[in-house]
């Protein structure tokens, strides 16, 4: 196994960002509440009620809802963010205004407003893999605007490489396919808390991944699955100790 000690074979660790990086729920409340601004006062006040409620309980929530309609919204919301945007939609936020508001979260991560912080055990378990295995940061989110808020994170040196605008499901899956197409797909080990975007690319094709599952939504099998990624943590010091590394 000594050749998976150079720069090109390095086991391969890709990483989510949003719910993984960090966690603090600042910055997708201020999506929901810039989204929701568009929106008369009544319906403003109920989408953001709904949303809180997804913030404290994720698909218990539903139970919640005033229709159908927005019960399916929340059981069916993966993340914080999937659930802003589907009961915008819902409440009738234009895709637009969707847009709009996500770009202004990402300006306000870079303000002192927003307290947002990387997950101190996972800066330590990078710090500490650093060499021993290549990390990528993969990320849905515009390149514009994140080198910036990776350094206000203190983050960026952690990272070998970055993949924006990375377009999951569909985007990370052409990526990992390239990745592995002359090393076997054990090599790879994707982390993130959106089982859809960034677990099941990685175990459909026979890699490793860590499910940060907050929710308890169990939308799938991983090779290693918690609450919080502090416990993903040792699976992927258990993975990179089988390459001898």
Not at 110 to 126: G, N, R, S, Y
């Amino acid at each position: 196994m000594a050749e998976l000690t150079t720069a090109a074979r390095l086991p391969l660790l890709v990483v989510d960002f949003d719910g993984t990086v960090y966690r603090d729920d600042g910055p997708v409340r201020f999506y929901a509440e810039h989204a929701a601004a568009t929106l008369p006062g009544p319906a403003r006040i109920w989408m953001l009620d709904r949303f809180e409620a997804y913030l404290a309980s994720g698909v218990a929530a539903a139970a919640g809802a005033r229709d159908e309609a927005e019960a399916a919204v929340l059981r069916s919301a993966v993340d914080a963010w999937g659930a802003a945007a589907g009961l915008g939609a819902l409440h009738g936020v234009t895709g637009a205004a969707l847009e709009e508001a996500f770009l202004a979260s990402r300006k306000h991560m870079l303000t002192p407003e927003c307290a947002v912080a990387a997950i101190p055990a996972l800066v330590e378990a990078f710090e500490q893999l650093r060499g021993r295995v290549r990390i990528v940061l993969a990320t849905n989110s515009p390149a514009e605007g994140l080198a910036p808020l990776l350094d206000r994170l203190g983050v960026t040196g952690l990272f070998d490489g970055v993949l924006s605008g990375a377009n999951k499901p569909d985007g990370l899956r052409r990526w990992i396919a390239g990745q592995l197409a002359e090393r076997p797909a054990v090599e790879l080990f994707s982390l993130g808390d959106h089982y859809f975007n960034e677990i099941e690319p990685a175990m459909a094709v026979g890699a490793r991944a860590g499910y940060i599952d907050r929710f308890g939504r169990a939308d799938g099998p991983a090779t290693v699955t918690a609450g919080a990624v502090e416990d993903v943590l040792p699976g992927i010091f258990a993975w990179v100790r089988a390459f001898g590394s």
